[in-house]
Structures are given as structure tokens and as C-alpha cells.
């Protein structure tokens, strides 16, 4: 590609601004800027997101999963959702079995617009989704696609971040593990007691009524993203993580609020403090893994200044088990991904003649904050020094005296016979014939993140140098011996 061409335009140091600030660098060197509320992506930019992500797409084409594209979809969940029908769809028998598939999407992931790029409001995710196949498998591609764009990651449940001081506090997810030594009663002969407990709201003031610990308390707490209510239950002693909460409905993040308490008091028919989940109808119920299966839990009766002893899950309330709780251990983060199995599973017709019943696991990678993690990564005083693999250009061919014209246009010449022999090779290579002063060149290529650069003397010779100046083998004088001594790919 010619540099002119793709109408690259670098910026010149600002001092008054952060020369560190990711957004700042990626203005200055042309991948994309913002105007009021809106981010727009130069050719530039765009060829540059394209390089890890053609290698991410590659690599699940070659595990056989096929493209294909859903409209107006809009958000994660209905992204998901539509995974989902198109499954439902095109799956009929175990023949097909493991069914993967793959698509693209611009989808929203915040409610308002905000200043930092990490949290646009519209991001472009991938979702690769495989019908028979679960979260392990799930979770093992997003850590190998992950190492192999070799972005630092955590892994925090179900969810991949970058670790980044600018982002989010995260709560790392406690370990429950189901005791073993914990008795199963007989819940069918537990009496349920329904018991007056005046003006006693708090789990601080149940302890004291009850005279019990904290963990025999089951608190219930009502959420809404505006359209449905969402019940969540925890242990008496956590603090639900909202953005946990939202990460498993696959809401816009910051969308889930609290239910008012006029709203609490029409949903559940008494005021806020006495709610609970028998007989509670809400869209959804998520139950913390906290919860234990097998014990008696306090809880509210939906009626004001009233609770209930001996509630158990299975008998009286039922739902879906997640980690949604806070912990003291946190860390400061972006998410990148997650995996995410949907709640219905998709009947298809089995070997022996019968139906099983498979589920739907998705992979969901955000392009757009792992891109913005590769360039963080490679930040230094210059701009970025990429690698060749993440480079969106691994060289570019420059004239060290593009003055040179009429009748002497051997330097050119030779210059374009490397450019198109490097692009037959499908060498990502830039060829940059402008008339600038060759050191403002050098600081744009430095910028961009070019790895080496082909200088082409007057007389036709060139030499090869890298992103620090340095300038290699002085033998290498033809492109076969540049290639290979692994200069170029």
C-alpha cells in the first residue's frame, strides 16, 4: 500500500498533553480520533485492528468453524440469542455435532458516551460459538487465542481482563466448595416457620433477632436493567458484585441498578427488607454460589415485618447458580472476554435413535480493547514498537533521496520492483515516496510501529535498518537473503 494513498496522518507532539495516554498516541499516529461522541477509525487504523484479528479468525477456521451473520442484533445478549436460533436451525442430528460457527458484530456495550476508548458505547466483539461443547472447551480457546496474540491476561471465572490501572475494579471470585461433612436432612419433613419480625430490615438486625450468624441469612436483592427484574441470592455476610451480575444476563455494562423501593414494594408486595424468593415472581433468579444446597436459610416472606426459618433450595426456591459475589482480593482491570453457555440447551437427534440434549457455549472477545491491550503493551518514547507479527506493516520502502527524478529514476524503479516482489511473497509492506526530510519519515514510521525499513540509495543498493537504526548485515543486497535471514516473514 502507498503511504500518500491511505491517507495516513501523523500528529506532531502535543507538550501539554500526556505523551504516555493510549488514546493520545493512537490520535497522533493516525489510527483514529474522536469528535464529540463519536470515534472514528482511519484506513490506517483499520488495516492495523485487521492484522490480529485475520490471525484469530484463522486459527478458528482451521478448528472448522464457518462465518456467518445475524442483523439487528444490537447487544451481547441478543447477539447470543441469535447464535442460539441459527444452531436451533441448522443442527438436526449428532452428525453435525460439534457444530461451530462464527460472526462479527458492532454491539453496545455502555448505556452513556465516555472520554476513555476503553469504554466506548459501541465496541466490535467476536462470538465463537459451539453447539456440544461446554465451558472448559470454551474457556481453554479464549486462553490459547489470547497466548497467541500474546496479550497479558488474567482469568477471573468465566471471564478473561487485562489487568490495567485505569480500568475497573474487579472482586476476585471466592472458592466455595460444597462441604462434604454438611448433613442432608430430609427437607420434606423441615417445618417452614413464617415468624413476625417487626421493623428487623438488615441482616445486622436479623442476627440480632434470630440470635443466628450471618451466613444463615439468605438476602435477596432486586435488580433492573428497565425492562425485566432480576432476583439475586446470596449468603447474609456477601456483597453482590453488580457488574458480575451483569456479565451473566449479557447486559450493557452499568445498565443494572438497584429496584427503587417503590418498585420493590409493587414487585414483591411489601416494603423494601422483607423480600424473599418464595412464591417471588421475577424475570430471572441467580442464586450465588455461596448459597448451599443442603442447609436452612432465613429469609424474607415478601410481606412487611414478616420472615421465614427453614427455607431450603429445591423445595422452596430454585434458579440459576453463578459467582456474584465481592470478595476483599480485587484488582483493577478491562475486561477482554468471557464464556458464556446459554440457559437452553438444543434438542438433537442421537446416535441410539433418541434426542440429547446439547448446550450452546460461546466465546465472546472484545477486538477492540484487545487491540487497544496490544498497542499498551507496546508503548515506548518513540510509539509503538510492534512485532513483526502484530505490525499492521512489518517494512516499509522509502527513498533516502526521492528527489531524484527524470532521467535517473533508478532508484525508484528498483524501489517499486521490491514493493510488488514483496507483495507476491504477501509480505505486508508500505512504500513511502514522498518528498519529506528523511528523519520526519523515520518518526513516523517510529510511530506506527514499522518494524524495518528498506532504505534505496540513488544509485539503486539499499540497506535494511530496524525500528532502534540499526542497521543490518551489509550483505543482505537482495531480497531472497532478506527473507531468509527472518527480516521479513
Not at 183 to 202: A, C, F, L, N
Not at 266 to 293: C, N, W, Y
Amino acid at each position: 500500500m502507498d503511504f500518500e494513498q491511505m491517507n495516513i496522518r501523523t500528529k506532531k507532539e502535543d507538550s501539554t498533553k500526556d505523551g504516555k495516554d493510549l488514546a493520545y498516541l493512537m490520535e497522533r499516529a493516525g489510527m483514529q480520533f474522536r469528535v464529540k461522541e463519536v470515534l472514528y477509525k482511519t484506513p490506517f487504523g483499520l488495516v492495523e485492528e485487521s492484522v490480529f484479528q485475520e490471525k484469530i479468525e484463522s486459527v478458528l477456521k482451521r478448528e472448522g468453524f464457518a462465518e456467518y451473520y445475524s442483523s439487528g442484533t444490537g447487544n451481547i445478549k441478543k447477539l447470543i440469542d441469535a447464535a442460539h436460533q441459527y444452531a436451533l436451525d441448522r443442527v438436526t442430528s449428532y452428525k453435525d455435532l460439534p457444530y461451530r460457527m462464527m460472526t462479527k458484530e458492532n454491539v453496545q456495550l455502555q448505556e452513556g458516551h465516555y472520554a476513555s476508548i476503553w469504554k466506548n458505547r459501541h465496541q466490535r466483539v467476536l462470538l465463537a460459538s459451539v453447539l456440544g461443547e461446554g465451558k472448559t472447551e470454551g474457556m481453554q480457546r479464549g486462553k490459547e487465542v489470547l497466548s497467541l496474540l500474546d496479550i497479558p491476561f488474567r482469568v477471573e471465572g468465566d471471564m478473561f481482563y487485562y489487568e490495567h490501572e485505569e480500568g475497573p475494579r474487579v472482586y476476585v471470585s471466592p472458592e466455595f466448595v460444597e462441604s462434604e461433612n454438611m448433613s442432608k436432612p430430609d427437607i420434606d419433613e423441615v417445618e417452614r416457620r413464617t415468624i413476625e419480625t417487626p421493623g428487623v430490615k438488615t441482616v445486622e438486625d436479623l442476627v440480632q433477632f434470630f440470635q443466628c450468624q450471618m451466613t444463615d441469612i439468605l438476602k435477596t436483592m432486586l435488580f433492573t436493567d428497565g425492562d425485566q427484574v432480576y432476583a439475586v441470592l446470596t449468603e447474609g455476610n456477601n456483597e453482590v458484585d453488580l457488574k458480575k451480575v451483569g456479565h451473566v444476563l449479557s447486559l450493557e455494562e452499568d445498565k443494572l441498578k438497584p429496584l427503587s423501593k417503590e418498585k420493590v414494594l409493587e414487585q414483591t408486595g411489601a416494603e423494601a427488607g422483607f423480600a424473599g424468593p418464595i412464591g417471588l415472581k421475577v424475570d430471572k433468579m441467580l442464586i450465588d454460589h455461596s448459597v448451599r444446597k443442603g442447609k436452612a436459610y432465613i429469609t424474607g416472606a415478601n410481606k412487611t415485618d414478616y420472615h421465614i426459618q427453614g427455607v431450603y433450595y429445591g423445595r422452596d426456591f430454585s434458579g440459576y447458580f453463578y459467582t456474584l459475589s465481592e470478595s476483599e482480593e480485587s484488582f483493577k482491570g478491562w475486561l477482554l472476554g468471557s464464556v458464556k453457555v446459554h440457559d437452553e440447551k438444543i434438542r438433537v437427534q442421537s446416535k441410539e435413535g433418541g434426542y440429547s440434549y446439547e448446550p450452546l457455549t460461546s466465546l465472546c472477545l472484545n477486538l477492540d480493547r484487545m487491540n487497544y491491550a496490544l498497542l499498551e503493551e507496546s508503548k515506548d518514547d518513540k510509539g509503538f514498537a510492534l512485532s513483526k507479527i502484530q505490525a499492521p506493516f512489518s517494512l516499509v520502502i522509502t527513498l533516502v533521496d526521492p528527489r531524484v527524478e527524470k532521467p535517473r529514476e533508478k532508484p525508484r524503479e528498483k524501489a517499486e520492483e521490491m514493493y510488488e516482489e514483496l507483495k507476491l511473497w504477501g509480505v505486508r509492506v508500505l512504500k513511502d515516496f514522498r518528498k519529506d526530510r528523511l528523519g520526519s519519515k523515520f518518526s513516523d514510521y517510529d510511530l506506527l510501529g514499522i518494524p524495518y525499513r528498506i532504505l534505496v540509495s540513488k544509485d539503486g543498493t539499499f540497506d535494511v535498518k530496524n525500528r532502534n537504526g540499526d542497521l543490518l548485515e551489509k550483505g543482505l543486497q537482495n531480497l531472497v537473503e532478506i527473507r531468509n535471514n527472518e527480516v521479513i516473514e
